[in-house]
């Protein structure tokens, strides 16, 4: 049934979820006390190339502010920018002093580029009559099981690590590489206490509709009017699957712990530790095997990222031009490894990063934004 869930939200959705990066494996003490890091327990263990080891970090909990802010200038007129990361530890609570009052005052707020799939009116109730078709393109064809299509090397990996994250279920044995590596990760996400998102888009909703706040979506939005026929096609398609199914094992093997100390380096704003682990992502094989089939070319995804970070430009520019004070969210891996800063530098933007602001625009920059500082509590 997880299988299911995951190929229909493939199609409402296009964002695997392995395109946010390597996976972790790591215990969160019983009894922790929240928003403090602790010692790992010697009894904890993780995966790390192929073999099992002590040391596994404890994720963070409790409120923290995430990374200070991003401000572009043109003129009088600012753009603040939140770097945000996915996943984070399921514990957190994200809440910026800084982003609070950007927001009070913001007249736009941008989203992220990205790409989502929806059905048209009425296909939702066409797939429940749809399920079979959709049941049958998340399997190998013929009855052909993971054993029967992976390479043995790759095979023997897997049932090593299934048991760990899958238990025994033996649906997975019957799913295309593809989905049963979405299913391996979902699983060591959740026994890792990572979760996707990071709490920023409910605060911000919540946000704009307080202060009503006109809202700007930047995503390549494509349409399914027919899930049966989309599913079919996807039986047909080509795909690298192989390819996805040893990026996959790869992250949980040599890049276990990255996820884990990203969400925490996200959470407390540490930019540093966060430029350093932001190095270590792999490639997005698995997203790039989907948008490189026909189905997803016939839907106009294949290029969809380079159509959407266009769209997120151009609504940076026309907010920059009218709006005395406007609000974005960007993947931090733009920010701080990406060429971001440099692309709206060229356009004549002055860019300054979290902590090398002075208090002189229309928003004062809090001291301890960005710093990890839980300002309840008042502690690191």
């Known amino acids: ?84 990361v996915s996943p984070v530890p399921r514990k957190l609570d994200w809440y910026s002093p800084q982003a609070e009052q950007v927001l009070a005052q913001a007249s736009e707020i941008i989203g992220p580029p990205g790409i989502v799939v929806s059905m048209g009116a009425g296909s939702m109730f066409k797939a429940v009559f749809s399920l079979p078709t959709l049941l049958k393109a998340r399997n190998n064809p013929d009855g052909a099981t993971l054993r029967d299509v992976l390479p043995a090397d790759l095979y023997s990996r897997w049932e090593r ?19 049963a590596a979405g299913e391996l990760y979902d699983a060591a996400l959740k026994q890792a206490g990572l979760q996707y998102g990071s709490g920023v888009g409910t605060r911000l909703s919540q946000l704009a509709k307080q202060h009503r706040i006109k809202r700007t979506p930047t995503s390549v939005r494509a349409e399914i009017k027919n899930p049966r026929s989309a599913a079919k096609a996807f039986v047909k398609a080509e795909m690298d699957d192989i390819a996805c199914f040893r990026s996959m094992l790869d992250h949980l093997d040599a890049d276990v712990l990255h ?12 930019l540093p530790a966060l430029s350093r682990l932001l190095k270590a992502r792999e490639p997005l094989v698995c997203l790039r095997a989907f948008t490189g089939t026909e189905m997803a070319k016939s839907l106009g995804l294949d290029d969809g990222e380079a159509v959407s970070r266009k769209q997120w430009f151009d609504a940076v520019d026309a907010a920059l031009k009218t709006n005395a004070v406007s609000f974005a969210t960007m993947p931090v891996a733009d920010l701080l490894g990406g060429d971001l800063p440099a692309v709206l530098r060229e356009k004549g933007y002055a860019v300054e990063e979290p902590g090398r602001l002075d208090a002189g625009g229309e928003v004062e920059v809090d001291a301890a934004a960005g710093s990890g500082i839980d300002h309840d509590r008042g502690q690191p």
């Open 259 to 270: 996820a884990a100390e990203r969400a925490n380096a996200w959470a407390v704003g540490d």
């Open 161 to 179: 690590l299934k048991p760990l994250y899958l238990g025994r279920d033996k649906g997975v044995e019957k799913m295309r590489p593809f989905f």
């Open 1 to 84: 049934m997880r299988a299911m869930i995951f190929f229909l939200g493939l199609f409402l959705a296009v964002a695997p979820v392995w395109a946010s990066g390597p996976s972790s494996v790591s215990g969160n003490p019983v009894g922790a006390p929240d928003g403090q890091l602790v010692p790992p327990d010697e009894s904890q263990l993780v995966i790390e190339g192929g073999d099992i080891i002590d040391a596994a970090p404890v994720l963070v909990s409790g409120r923290h502010s995430g990374p200070g802010l991003w401000k572009v200038s043109h003129g009088d007129n600012v753009l603040w920018i939140l770097g945000t």
